[in-house]
């Protein structure tokens, strides 16, 4: 249960890190939607982040086939189903610790949860890698949008890494050129010059087989005004749920997120002004989003990613079996920092949203 | 379109400020539990804030007439049905104002979104008002949850408003009893002395004509471990959800929130431990949640409230009429800090998300 | 559980026979859909049949009050909820009996269903009464349908009323305008001179203390092509299940229905043909719909009802306190036949179900 | 759209007769139930009807694999997938009359409904061999039912194939052990000496290149009462909605169905009354069911399908591309009467709908 969502874009995600193969079947697609199967592949390879040495070394070729629901390059109506099957997993890896509840991972509560019947080689359904089968829905979500809504673009950027921290922007224009702006799409700064102190943050961590955290920014420009339903299909509640099915998250933020809450209303109020005929904001404090509906201007969302909670150093736990103190020391490969493999998936989660909105 | 959430505890909530009244419908209840009407007027009284000066001097009456679902004082198992007529509205104020947006309001937005037709009078089903139909089906949630998990508790403190703020709690055992240690239970803090620089804040801003936002914490304690589904329905992502259709909230965090973003796996992995045959976490970083699901220790969540757009001052802002810019002075009757009355709105919501995932 | 419906136009029913009160809100409607009082009234009343002396004497006002989601006549886009009061409830009828269960009815399933604590005054939530709410949002739904699908009509006829039978309708051209021909909009029949021999079937019945069943044919014409979507959204799927949500319905079919089962394909397969430049087929067997989308052509469906179970006449039953056989006689006031009231909810929920298809 | 269903047992299909493959993922699965590859295969092989000369002769070896929610034999609580591989397929065979609408078929809906752009091959995601997908759902539903409630079973028969018609089945009792009588499992007939008879029909209608329709009953036996929600969730409504997505089907009644319609309350009502110290009706015209909820008597339904629209006979029909009259003769391979290979269907899809209710 809670595999499922969406409302006119339907996705069901399978699968699980050391299993037969992963996915997502993607129902509510309009037909005649060119799918570009190089555009899928490389938003699965931004995440797969292959050949970045800050990401895991595990080898996941991340092949999508695609098994119905295209005909003749197009999108049929029918729903869009895509497999990956998983390679170069090294199951024994974990058997040897299955007991021993790594912390900050969702062991102890998936056994609790699952009453030990879990698939626990790699975290199983709960694995990072389950972000696969949301990039691809995610990639098909674009293809629908560059159909539907050309002028919307979704991007990210890396706000921070530990405790290295690129700039706010004030001026919500900025965010209508930033995509094209950066100067590493790797690893996409407002600041590029900050890509260096970042890194060696990373690697710091890594040394002392440790890991670091960090924020992702979120931004949705040339979006209409007027999408997002009050109460419970806001665009804040809709996309914070999806960004918050991302393993990892612990906060989401809309505009100036906590920042308002200190100030005053003549602060944080975005005044309307006419400009060229169009309807703006002079500010963007509210993110881009009035009573859950979109204003037209960028919306904005911060993403906080806890640090992965997979680390070499030993740490204190249990023995859920023998119901014993233990202490552990997490072999096998590990991403020391998600947020470099974690933007795109922010992005995939964006468009997937955005989708469910703007489809009939 | 999205006045209506639940899987299990499903809600669908109606009406608008200034019309004929305001409710809600609740679908999915267990039969046979025990309703007291001075619960659930307790919690409306909560949010109503009467007679605390720092509120809306509307008088809200707040009366709720259950309608169906209640016999012998017992649910019946069918829909419950709650009607709150709407008093005291002077609906004139806002007719002459119609025209002009106002700013960090839906008013723009609503306006696109249903192209002229919303009711405006007062924000309509934008209204904070409509608050108080989430209160109520809080209130009937809590009486579900209160026979079907009794030692679950739901509570609430004041964090911070404008830039005074309360102190973390580091230790999770605090939130055990916090609930019953408020000095004012209706101005809910850890530390009790601030509550006078708190108030004087709101003040300040109301002399000025302004307002101030502020955050609430939200805790449940007492909770099972094993609750909540990944991927799309975690606990973050279904109480976020709900979180963000509350009016004013700019930003949702669990545990430690965007602090751990620019810390180490090492300090933010919360250690498993044996404690009296028990299984517990060292520290709570991680908010009681992973993987999305309990882990038995208190769930713990912020909730970043900005300040009320509506404000005496002047403001700039457009003429949707005349399509020209315009500046505006809000008149009639606002809260300065909605914090003080959207406290018991979160713990309704908290309440509302945990029923649905409680019951069968 | 079970009260809530719909993907895009969602409702909600609630109220009990002898509560405060019974209604529906609606949810996902558009704004700027003009909503006429004296039609929601008309359809109403049909389902009444005030001073039918067929129908139960029990005077249902059945007045509507629209408590939001209605502004200066026109929707407004957000949740339109209505109530009717219950009046003229004799409570008393009900209490003296409550432990014997009438056969037929839902007193024993529901006493298993919700452990005795359901509302057992006139059949509560069960109630026939509860089809006034789905015929108001049917009203609505037709409202809506006016306005975006101009074409559309929706009809429905009585076609037997115990033994009495009228004829097939072979040449599907006459559903496209048989609602105008109804001699008696009441009783509505294609061959009129029938409404004798059943309203004698109804009367004799009566004098018997006994009830009879029936079948009513529901229509939809000037439907456009393409309309329902496989597999479980199919129109069949879609509207069966609000038939079968009407109580007493035993039976479903759409086109020729059972009789496709005794025939080969060659006589089963509707031909199609270009005519007058548009595309059609020569017979409707299918009932329009083919894959479960519309066809074009009109679509027929026909909805056994079964006799009233509430009746005058002496039956063996249990007594649900004691566990011991008993005997019951129903008094106080019923219909003899639900048919003559039903055709009107059977056109409701037809308009429900095509409003979910139609509405984005 | 539309290819989704479920609350609880959350089934998505995917899939065309001649793409990559088809299959389901079932979302909502309670962990620690054993999945038995034979008893899933078994299933799957009735509904191939291998080796049956009266079914197509295209060979499905319909191997399902499962992708993942199975670990150790048993399911993990994540969403369990099955994928089964697309052979023998040979597309050519409608490549060249893609244009001629096959009456009776989708083709002529779906050309409307997905602009062209549906996979017309076999016809596409409406073939039936998508039941493949919803036999394989059952049969892991099955697999659920028989650990969460194993009195329950569920079978179906043969009622009817072209005219000749097996005897109805007055004593309810019958039904309690009917599944195991069956002389041929493989042709379940109450009366087994009218499978000559029946055959004869299918076989006489293959020589005139033509097909027969024929009805299927389906019977849930050791069902506890107090299953189903009024009023959208009644049994009714659910099972019709999923037994009306198979193809072909074109009527669905409960109990006594369109005879209740020509009776007498005083006929119909099912008398209750004590026997060894448990409740049970005398007759069971209500089909197991009343106000939408069980009444512990068996569940019995009717299931009407038309005959096969694929013949080989000349038909009349359009060519939809250039908007003419045309004539048709269906080459390739067809089923003669689909009812042979649907009542495992008809099964599979009861076993869905109880896997859902009974779900938590």
């Avoid at 089968?133 to 673009?153: D, H, N, W, Y």
Wanted: with cysteine; glycine share 12%; proline share 5%.
């Amino acid at each position: 249960m809670g595999s499922t969502w969406g409302n006119k874009f339907k996705i069901s995600i399978f699968g699980e890190s050391h299993g037969n193969g992963i996915g997502a079947v993607i129902d509510g697609l309009p037909a005649g939607i060119a799918i570009n199967p190089e555009h899928i592949q490389h938003e699965l390879n931004r995440r797969a982040a292959r050949g970045n040495p800050l990401a895991t070394p595990r080898k996941e070729g991340d092949q999508i086939e695609i098994l119905s629901g295209v005909f003749n390059g197009k999108t049929t109506g029918a729903p869009l189903a895509g497999l990956i099957r998983n390679e170069n997993t090294r199951s024994g890896d974990y058997a040897k610790t299955k007991d021993l509840m790594r912390p900050g991972h969702a062991d102890y509560t998936s056994n609790i949860r699952y009453g030990g019947f879990q698939d626990y080689r790699g975290g199983g359904h709960f694995s990072g890698r389950l972000t696969a089968p949301l990039v691809f829905a995610g990639a098909i979500a674009k293809e629908i949008l560059r159909a539907i809504s050309p002028q919307m673009e979704i991007g990210s950027r890396i706000v921070a890494i530990a405790d290295v921290k690129d700039k706010a922007i004030n001026d919500w224009r900025v965010y209508c050129h930033l995509k094209n702006d950066f100067i590493n799409p790797a690893f996409p700064l407002y600041d590029a010059k900050l890509e260096v102190a970042m890194k060696a943050a990373i690697i710091s961590a890594m040394e002392d087989e440790d890991s670091v955290g960090g924020i992702v920014e979120g931004f949705i420009t040339g979006s209409l005004p007027g999408i997002g339903n009050p109460f419970f299909e806001s665009i804040e509640s809709r996309l914070a749920a999806l960004l918050f099915s991302i393993p990892a998250v612990k906060g989401v933020t809309f505009g100036a997120g906590f920042e308002t809450a200190s100030k005053r209303g003549s602060e944080v109020n975005d005044a309307l002004r006419m400009r060229d005929g169009k309807i703006e904001t002079v500010t963007n404090n509210n993110g881009g989003i009035n009573g859950g509906i979109s204003n037209g201007m960028p919306i904005v969302f911060q993403v906080a990613f806890k640090p992965t909670p997979s680390i070499g150093k030993e740490q204190q736990t249990i023995n859920i079996a023998a119901l014993k103190d233990a202490t552990l020391k997490i072999e096998g490969r590990h991403d020391p920092c998600i947020v470099v493999r974690a933007f795109p998936v922010v992005e995939a989660v964006t468009a997937i949203c955005m989708a469910d909105f703007l489809l009939r």
